[in-house]
Structures are given as structure tokens and as C-alpha cells.
């Protein structure tokens, strides 16, 4: 199931599971009847609009089901809190191209189509509620199947997590040892990209969720906590190099691709050489030590250039940064031991 786009993961939104319009969706499924519902107002949509009665009432779930006992379209304003017409005919323009068989859906297709605006359907039949926007149908799964979904995707990111937890790990081993290749870059970046799709789809899942997808969006939040930072850093530490990597442009690839490390080399700009050495800046590794500012990281790369300038460097030649005193130059110095033994005993491994 692909992620949604952001205006339908907005008009998702207004209708998850806890608000109440959604209330009122369920109790017109529940009562197995139809209806129509547009999730706004606008000029277009009025031109449009035949008959019906403008009641401009307080919308509340049970309104909602018992104006959709009648024939006709029910419109809401924009804010969703007003019931402004129901029972009202609405006529498209037949010229607008649409998939759609059923006259209810067919209808709410254009109308979406025509005048921007989400469209909702309760269908009899199926008992199903489909959301109309961005010139495509979005069926509206139950809470149960999403969860299910859902949970099925936080286990797959725990799997790929795992995976860019060791790659990034033997990333750093590299680094310290000045033998970093675009090949483990790219096998970095493979993960980092796989992680982010699945990121996206569980956000997706946590939208529709509504109320009930808190301990997801909890456990999503954990999960891809640092990525984004990693990424940054990583973009950074290679900024110098001829050809820096541009990570952003890894999710124009298949899922295919993905499983090729030259193809994604050659996806973020780095080449199709994977034995090509690269010398990191030192941006990532100086992250990971506490208590130094990222200005106080930023000048120590920009004064010694590169990672192994980092780490050739003594207590006096620190302290000549701008910022750095012998607190600092002694955190350094100790972090980077430290990351330098870690690296060390990952490559033992």
C-alpha cells in the first residue's frame, strides 16, 4: 500500500477515527445507508448545486446520520463544525473524466475533481466510505485492518532500523580507519532510503488511524529517531568531495534498484566506481560526542579539514580553535578515542 500524498493525507485526516465527522460516517455505515458529504464549500461547488435546503446548523455525528437518510448531497463548510446544505443535487460536468461506475461515486469523483474540494461517500451496498481527492479514490480502511497493517510495517522497520544500525557501524569503522568507500556509502544510503519509504507508509497508516494510532505513531517515533540528523550529516561530511552525495534523489528509484549498490551510487551522484575512497569530514562522528555544541563541531571541521586531521590532532592544536578550551579539547579527545576503540572492535567482528 503506497503512501499517500499530502493533500490526501490532510483530508485523511479530517475523517480518522475521533473526529466527528468520522463518528457520523460510521453511524451512516452502521445504519446501512448511503450518502455523499463534501468536506467544504466554495464557489464552485455552489454552481453546481440544485435544491436541497440550506440549514447552516451545528454539525454533529448523529445530524449527519439522519440528514443522510435523505436523497441528495450533504455539504459541510470548511471548518467541519457547520451542516450548511443537504438533500442537494449536485451536476458535474459529464465532460469530467472519471473511472467510476456507481452514479454516487461517479458523481463525487467530478465533483471533487471540479471544484478541489474532498468528497466523501458511504456506499449501501458495500458498507465501505471512500474519499475522493486529488483526481484518485481512497478507500477507507476499518481500524482493525489498519492496525494490522500498520503493525506489520513497524516490524519490517525494525528489520531495515537493524540493518542501518550495522551498516552505519561499519561506515564509522571505515571512517577511522581512512579506507571509507563509495560502496559503503551507498550501502548506507540503501537503508536509509528503505527506512524512509517504510516511514512514510506507517505515517500514512497513523494518519487514517486517527486517535487509535498513538502507540503507533509512538513506536514510529522511536524508531526513526537520528535519521534525519544522520542523513544531514552525512551529506555534510562528503560535501567536500568532487562528487558529493545527493541522498535526496534515491527515492526517484525502483524498490528494484534499492537491491543494486552501484545503481544507488550512481542514484546519488557518486559514480559507478564502488572501490573509490572517501575522506569523511568528520561531521558524523564529532555528533556522537556528548556535550559538544554543533558550532563548536562545526569550527573544529572547519579548522582541521578532514576526519584523520581530527584525529591526528593534539591537545595544543585544538586549543587553537576559536571556542575549544581544555575542557572541550579533553572531551574531544577522549570521544574520539573512544568512537576510534568502537570502530576498531566492529571491524574484530
Not at 487514517?208 to 529517531?225: A, D, F, K, P
Request: charged share 20%; glycine share 8%.
Amino acid at each position: 500500500m503506497s503512501a499517500p500524498s499530502s493533500r490526501l493525507t490532510r483530508a485523511l485526516a479530517l475523517i480518522a477515527p475521533g473526529t466527528e465527522v468520522r463518528d457520523g460516517l460510521d453511524r451512516i455505515v452502521h445504519g446501512r445507508t448511503g450518502a455523499l458529504v463534501t468536506l467544504g464549500n466554495n464557489a464552485r461547488l455552489q454552481s453546481l448545486a440544485t435544491g436541497g435546503f440550506a440549514i447552516d446548523v451545528e454539525f454533529t455525528g448523529t445530524a449527519l446520520r439522519e440528514l443522510a437518510k435523505m436523497d441528495g448531497a450533504i455539504i459541510l463548510n470548511d471548518a467541519l463544525d457547520r451542516i450548511m446544505f443537504a438533500g442537494v443535487h449536485l451536476m458535474p460536468d459529464a465532460a469530467v473524466v472519471t473511472t467510476e461506475t456507481g452514479t454516487r461515486h461517479r458523481t463525487a469523483d467530478r465533483v471533487s475533481r471540479q471544484t478541489g474540494i474532498p468528497t466523501v461517500t458511504v456506499s449501501a451496498s458495500m458498507s465501505t466510505i471512500s474519499l475522493f481527492v486529488d483526481e484518485q479514490r481512497w478507500v477507507v480502511q476499518r481500524p482493525e485492518q489498519l492496525l494490522a497493517r500498520a503493525n506489520q510495517a513497524l516490524a519490517t522497520l525494525v528489520r531495515y532500523s537493524d540493518g542501518l544500525t550495522e551498516a552505519t557501524a561499519r561506515l564509522s569503522a571505515a571512517e577511522v580507519q581512512d579506507a571509507a568507500t563509495v560502496r559503503d556509502i551507498a550501502l548506507v544510503a540503501q537503508r536509509l532510503e528503505m527506512v524512509r519509504r517504510l516511514r512514510l507508509e506507517v505515517t500514512g497508516y497513523a494518519v487514517e488511524l486517527g486517535t487509535e494510532g498513538r502507540l503507533v505513531r509512538l513506536q514510529l517515533q522511536e524508531l526513526v529517531s537520528g535519521l534525519d540528523d544522520l542523513l544531514a550529516h552525512l551529506q555534510r561530511d562528503y560535501a567536500g568531495d568532487s562528487t558529493a552525495p545527493q541522498l535526496a534523489r534515491l527515492g526517484t528509484l525502483d524498490t528494484d534498484d534499492l537491491a543494486h549498490p552501484g545503481l544507488i551510487a550512481q542514484g546519488c551522484g557518486l559514480g559507478d566506481d564502488l572501490s573509490r575512497r572517501l575522506s569523511p569530514r568528520g561531521h558524523r562522528q564529532l555528533a556522537q560526542i556528548g556535550r559538544l555544541s554543533p558550532a563548536v563541531a562545526d569550527s573544529l571541521v572547519a579548522h582541521f579539514g578532514t576526519l584523520q586531521g581530527l584525529f591526528g590532532a593534539t591537545t595544543t592544536d585544538l586549543l587553537a580553535v576559536d571556542g575549544v578550551d581544555y575542557s572541550i579539547a579533553r572531551t574531544v579527545r577522549e570521544g574520539l578515542v573512544r568512537l576510534a576503540e568502537s570502530a576498531y572492535a566492529e571491524r574484530l567482528d
